[in-house]
């Protein structure tokens, strides 16, 4: 199969650069409840080797009027895979974003990295309105 044969741009990578955290009503507001998300194959580069980094990341939040589309979480963080950041920059970024979309009570996102270099980097973000 040549490499010209399928030039234009994939649906999966077009909805991937579209993306956006999609947020809609909380079904449950005045309630406080969590939501805990596992994204498994989070992946960006080293913004110094360039080498990819994997990760998992782990998001829990109370919701206070949004909540955050599931599909449109995962097409975010797939958004990250040709980056050049750090992993402290990544999970922040994440941090910054989520909470720029929804406005939570209160979040904690986690990206626990696969080690390299006989390095394992676990990294910590929390927000809260109080």
Do not use: W
């Not at 909380?26 to 080293?46: Q, W």
């Not at 599931?70 to 963080?77: E, M, Q, R, S």
């Amino acid at each position: 199969m040549s490499e010209n044969q399928f030039p234009e741009v994939k649906y999966g990578e077009r909805a991937i650069e579209e993306g956006s955290l999609i947020t809609f009503p909380n079904p449950r507001p005045g309630r406080v409840y969590d939501i805990n998300i596992t994204l498994p194959e989070f992946t960006c580069k080293c913004p110094f080797s360039g080498y990819p980094d994997f990760a998992t990341i782990y998001i829990n939040y109370s919701p206070d009027e949004k909540v955050v589309e599931l599909k449109a979480i995962k097409l975010y963080i797939n958004s990250y895979r040709e980056r050049y950041i750090s992993h402290e920059e990544s999970i922040n970024q994440i941090l910054d974003d989520f909470v720029a979309a929804c406005d939570p009570l209160s979040i904690t996102v986690k990206g626990d990295f696969s080690p390299r270099g006989n390095v394992h980097t676990v990294i910590e973000v929390k927000h809260s309105k109080n």
